[in-house]
């Protein structure tokens, strides 16, 4: 048969991913991936710089996304097929353009772990995540924020006069474009993916890129990579140059040999050909290879563990089975990020098929062996340089222009396409895209004045770029315009001028909980948790006399708010005020797993011991518990000695008792 692109429905029990938090992400980063200086000055030079490279402060201007819960019901999400005689590949373009499943027909086998439900989970750089298949990570190091948003998708001609699907859109984090190209040339059984970013700015910018695949987790799954060496990153924060298969007396590149969650990025020796395969116990499974330019390549396990198989449960529906991940990236490991000069673009092709190899080899105790028994199986299926001659073959049609539209993405692109006059081949970001939260910035740009809303509502997301800081420092200096420009120095790490803004646009604002919040987050940021306390219980005040109706984003805007000022009033020992906070929230706000937990803590702070062991008798399910977040036992340690529960044990890293 010949390969088709196609739209169909996939419908899974899914919990709604919600209202973004309309509080901008003033906070600077979570940060579970990175190092102290001192085990940096231990690393290799370069990987050191790359590390250091850039890191971003916030996820400005993207938004939290933290309103879902996990209560799932059936709900249909539009998807495009991709399939030949051989694999069929089912795309999301709804959800950051995860690949859902790759079928390999002649085998009858699924080669991903394709996750049954939709369930979000706090796990992205601004929040919320969900597990299984492929997808394409791109702006700063971890599940990026575009993990669940929609992307532009069309047909585009394939470099063998067939079909493909182009995936695109525009990263806000570091403000570049860019564009996943998915193939199956005739009778081929790997799914060919041709991946550009680029940098259309006069300034170089910082670029990270990791395509992350979930496979099923079985007892003799192994994990191979042409590599005798890994970098070992634990939830203790270091990294480490470790062997490889065997570590601290186990063969860790068997997934569930490990206890405890851990990153492994092998150290591919230059020059070798980059690929990493997830083989079960008959040596049968996926692999992945790729031109040179993505050279890294990384297991991430659950381990066996309580806390791993725990998470595992909470991102799934139960009795699904267990899942690792194999992946690559542009560098070797995910703390880093490399340098895109202006006007340049990297581009590269990464494929993904099935692989058969000897399974006494594979599983054997000789891991030189079992490397070159995949190799070599490798190079029988898909050869290095039909690797290289695919990609040679495809770079010339990423320019082509798309010719039947299937999805759309954000408006974004074109507001920045609008702004700088770009000119970007292959991947159109029309004015048709712009919407209402583009609108007021579209006036900005044409007009030089940030217009006032036309009605009484929480301030629309913040642009944060220098260009648009430069717009907002020129245009008139009424109170939104003040919000918006503090939010943008802010980010930029001009915090004093923040707060200088920030305090202008108090002084006539109309609406002040908005700017009072971010002098609060200011406050708190500088130690002066007694100020910050005082302008969140006074932001508070403001917003319930203001709040016009129990709408999406009026909701979305108190719970956001009473979540910060709760906390920020309790940690001043303040617990009658916070408790004034929490007797105005409606009682679905209550409910909450998050607002059951900040009502289990201010309890505690009260000294109502008995009702805040109730709580958690009764039990807490945190919908937004953090990846890494060990806020229920840390609380479950102040109230008692007793054991921990299993329900709440969520620890990723060793245990050790005081």
Not at 363 to 383: F, I, K, Q, S, T
Not at 441 to 455: I, M
Not at 480 to 492: F, I, K, S
Request: hydrophobic share 40%; charged share 25%; with cysteine.
């Amino acid at each position: 048969m010949a390969t088709t692109v196609r739209r169909t429905v996939l419908t899974l029990p899914a919990a709604p991913v919600g209202p973004a938090n309309p509080l901008p992400a003033l906070r600077p980063l979570p940060a579970p991936h990175s190092v102290d200086e001192r085990t940096r000055r231990d690393l290799p030079r370069d990987m050191a710089r790359q590390i250091g490279y850039e890191p971003p402060r916030t996820v400005l201007p993207a938004r939290m996304l933290d309103g879902y819960g996990r209560d799932r019901a059936p709900a249909g999400f539009d998807a495009v097929v991709i399939e030949n005689e051989r694999l069929r590949a089912t795309v999301l373009p709804g959800l950051g353009g995860r690949v859902h499943s790759l079928y390999h027909k002649p085998t009858d086998r699924e080669l991903l772990y394709r996750n049954p439900v939709f369930q979000p989970a706090d796990f992205a750089l601004n929040g919320a995540w969900y597990s299984g298949g492929i997808e394409w990570n791109i702006g700063a190091t971890g599940h990026g924020t575009l993990s669940v948003a929609p992307l532009h998708a069309a047909v585009v001609p394939a470099p063998d006069g067939g079909e493909m699907l182009r995936l695109w859109e525009w990263e806000r984090l570091r403000d570049l474009p860019f564009q996943v190209d998915l193939w199956l040339p005739a009778d081929s059984d790997f799914l060919h993916v041709g991946v550009r970013v680029r940098n259309p700015h006069e300034r170089p910018a910082p670029v990270y890129w990791w395509s992350n695949t979930a496979v099923p987790e079985h007892g003799r799954t192994r994990v191979i990579a042409p590599a005798d060496e890994a970098w070992y990153f634990g939830y203790e924060r270091t990294l480490r140059r470790v062997p490889v298969p065997d570590y601290r007396g186990e063969d860790r590149t068997y997934p569930l040999r490990s206890e405890h969650p851990a990153d492994y990025f092998y150290e591919v020796p230059a020059g070798a050909r980059p690929w990493i395969a997830a083989l079960d116990g008959d040596g049968r499974g996926l692999v992945q290879t790729s031109t040179d330019t993505l050279r890294g390549r990384k297991l991430f396990l659950w381990g066996s563990g309580s806390a791993g198989r725990r998470w595992q449960r909470w991102l799934t529906e139960p009795g699904t089975g267990g899942y690792a991940e194999i992946q690559a990236g542009l560098a070797r490991t995910q703390l880093e990020h490399i340098r895109l000069d202006e006007g340049a673009e990297l581009s590269w092709l990464e494929c993904y098929g099935p692989l058969g190899a000897d399974s006494g080899t594979v599983h054997g105790n000789n891991w030189a062996a079992a490397c070159a028994e995949v190799e070599a199986r490798l190079a029988g299926a898909l050869p290095r340089r039909a690797v290289e001659a695919a990609y040679t073959a495809w770079l010339p049609h990423a320019d082509s222009e798309p010719v039947r539209t299937l999805a759309t993405g954000s408006g974004w692109g074109a507001l920045e396409v609008l702004r700088g006059g770009l000119k970007l081949p292959g991947t159109p970001f029309g004015e048709s895209t712009l919407g209402d939260e583009q609108a007021p910035w579209r006036a900005l740009l044409t007009t030089g004045v940030l217009p006032e809303p036309r009605r009484v509502a929480p301030p629309g997301p913040s642009l944060v770029s220098p260009h648009w800081r430069d717009m907002l420092e020129t245009a008139p200096a009424d109170p939104l315009t003040e919000y918006h420009l503090g939010v943008a120095q802010w980010h930029a790490g001009d915090l004093a001028q923040a707060v200088r803004s920030w305090e202008r646009g108090l002084a006539l604002a109309p609406s002040r909980w908005p700017l009072l919040r971010a002098l609060a987050v200011a406050d708190e940021e500088g130690g002066h948790g007694e100020r910050a306390a005082d302008r969140y219980l006074e932001a508070f005040d403001d917003l319930c006399q203001e709040r016009r109706d129990d709408g999406e984003s009026w909701t979305a805007a108190t719970a956001a708010l009473a979540r910060e000022a709760i906390d920020a009033l309790r940690r001043a020992g303040r617990a009658a005020e916070a408790r004034s906070v929490w007797d105005r929230l409606r009682p679905e706000i209550r409910a909450r797993g998050r607002f059951r937990l900040l009502h289990a803590r201010l309890l505690l702070a009260e000294g109502r011991r008995e009702e805040t062991r109730a709580v958690f008798d009764e039990g807490i399910e945190v919908a937004d518990l953090r990846e890494g977040s060990e806020i229920l036992g840390e609380v479950w340690a102040e109230l008692t000695d007793d054991p921990l529960p299993e329900a709440y044990d969520y620890r990723m890293r060793p245990h050790r008792a005081p």
